[in-house]
């Protein structure tokens, strides 16, 4: 997986969706759901987060101040 990060804010964050790309505290991240529970996927680490029942209990678990949705890409190759 490969992440350009050609990002530009598209607007203010106010809850989470399902395929959101949000910038924050330095890092890209993407909501993701499995099951009917979500989670929040950092990117660079690979790291995924405790699973939740809803969007809105990620969103507040989660949500920071500097929260940016921005447009993203996600690449995937199989070798």
């Not at 993701?32 to 660079?44: F, P």
């Not at 680490?45 to 405790?50: A, F, P, Q, Y």
Request: hydrophobic share 35%.
């Amino acid at each position: 997986m490969k992440i350009i990060d050609k990002s530009e804010p598209v607007g203010n964050l106010h809850e989470y969706a399902v395929g959101d790309f949000i910038k924050s505290a330095g890092g890209i991240y993407l909501v993701v759901e499995n099951d009917g529970e979500y989670a929040i996927v950092d990117l660079e680490s690979d790291n995924v987060s405790r699973t939740f029942d809803s969007l809105e209990e990620l969103y507040d678990e989660f949500h920071d101040a500097d929260d940016q949705l921005v447009h993203g890409e996600l690449t995937v190759t199989r070798v």
